[in-house]
């Protein structure tokens, strides 16, 4: 029994001001995540695009491995490369993260071919390859860096830029159909859907949000949502593309 009085006596010695500073640290712990979740899917509607075949000849490398282009991955109806996005109600300033977003160069390919990135978030692009590429990239049409890339040389630290909503847009010159998207958030909720259309936003407050989904040849969609508390804190949420 002493024993276990021991440290509750001791506590009662210890000077009042450090028990307030502990009460200070206390204080400045950062708030837990909020719980609201969406976890939604995102629909193509009507008969998908055929995948071509992508003529790769140009390059023996890559002409190794067949490849079907990839603007418009449809699999089942779902569509993947979706980027959902909050647009309302991320109040507040996020940190940019000190790992950067990854573009691997594999099989004369990006994986994955779209990210979303933080504002000033770094890209790190590698090259899986045994062949050169160079990586392109461009805001609006505006040159941010063309960058050779030797086989077998480390991955490129590449900047993005500090402003939310534009994408970065990455091509390689030697390989044209290789194409890649980094976009631009202010704040960290987003994701992109997987092959199966589907895409899980975390940690949000309750209230309502404009979903947005953008996708880099069919462009963007919206869709309010709603997240309450308790069982009402994870909503689903579809998001659908009905090209013309
Ligand atoms: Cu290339």
């Given at each position: 029994m002493i024993r276990f009085l021991l440290p509750?006596?001791?506590l009662g010695l210890l000077p009042s001001a450090a028990i307030a500073d502990s009460k200070a640290k206390a204080k400045i712990k950062p708030a837990p995540p909020a719980a609201g979740a969406i976890k939604g899917t995102v629909i193509f509607e009507g008969e998908a695009p055929e995948r071509s075949k992508l003529e790769r000849d140009?390059?023996?490398?890559?002409?190794?491995?067949?490849?079907?282009a990839e603007d418009v991955i449809v699999?089942?109806?779902?569509l993947k490369d979706v980027l959902v996005r909050i647009q309302n109600g991320t109040m507040g300033k996020h940190a940019t993260p000190a790992t950067p977003a990854v573009?691997?160069?594999?099989?004369?390919?990006?994986?994955?071919?779209?990210?979303?990135?933080?504002?000033?978030?770094?890209?790190?692009?590698?090259n899986s390859d045994g062949t050169f590429h160079n990586v392109h990239g461009t805001v609006a049409g505006k040159l941010l860096w063309n960058k050779p890339h030797p086989k077998a040389a480390g991955d490129l630290s590449l900047e993005t830029t500090p402003r939310a909503g534009d994408v970065v847009d990455v091509v390689?010159?030697?390989?044209?159909?290789?194409?890649?998207?980094?976009?631009?958030?202010?704040h960290p909720y987003f994701a992109?859907?997987?092959?199966?259309?589907?895409?899980?936003?975390?940690?949000?407050?309750?209230?309502?949000?404009?979903?947005?989904?953008?996708?880099p040849t069919l462009g963007t969609r919206s869709l309010a949502v709603k997240i309450g508390t308790g069982a009402k804190a994870t909503v689903?949420?579809?998001?659908?593309?009905?090209?013309n």
């Open positions: 509750i006596c001791l140009s390059d023996p490398y890559c002409a190794k491995t067949d490849k079907l699999t089942k109806g779902k573009f691997d160069q594999k099989d004369c390919m990006y994986t994955p071919r779209v990210v979303g990135v933080l504002a000033g978030q770094k890209l790190a692009v590698r390689c010159d030697v390989h044209p159909w290789m194409k890649a998207h980094a976009v631009v958030q202010d992109v859907t997987r092959a199966d259309g589907s895409f899980e936003i975390k940690g949000l407050a309750p209230g309502t949000y404009t979903l947005e989904a953008w996708h689903t949420a579809r998001l659908s593309y009905k090209p």
